[in-house]
């Protein structure tokens, strides 16, 4: 059974640092992706960036180049996502998703994802 668990999120003011974990087991895949996507209230859900099971791939939203960074720890079947400057726009679900197949710019798409977490929650307050 695929489990995806995310932890980290919280309540924060604008300009600090967070960080998302994400907890992955049980993918039938040796050369998956692993994306962290995103809902804020009354919007739609949107890829945020991935990074491939060899963490040599990623790729990242437009909206949070510069400031959020993916990275993975193979040893313990984690990916995480630092998130710097965060702002009130950032406030959010942040979900973590997973399928087979490398990190392109489509992994951003929430159709190209099969497994999901049950997301953790980002409050960014101004």
């Known amino acids: 059974e695929v489990q995806l668990v995310e932890s980290g999120g919280g309540l924060l003011q604008a300009g600090r640092s967070l960080r998302l974990s994400c907890a992955a087991s049980g993918l039938p895949y040796d050369d998956y992706s692993i994306g962290w996507f995103r809902q804020a209230p009354g919007k739609e859900r949107e890829g945020v960036a991935c990074i491939s099971s060899s963490g040599i791939m990623t790729y990242y939203a437009d909206s949070v180049k510069g400031r959020f960074t993916i990275s993975s720890d193979n040893a313990e079947n984690t990916v995480s996502l630092q998130m710097n400057s965060l702002k009130p726009e950032d406030t959010a679900v942040y979900y973590c998703?997973?399928?087979?197949?490398?990190?392109?710019?489509?992994?951003?798409?929430?159709?190209?994802?099969?497994?999901w977490g049950k997301g953790t929650l980002v409050t960014v307050s101004s």
């Open positions: 998703a997973a399928d087979f197949g490398p990190c392109e710019d489509y992994r951003l798409d929430v159709d190209s994802m099969e497994y």
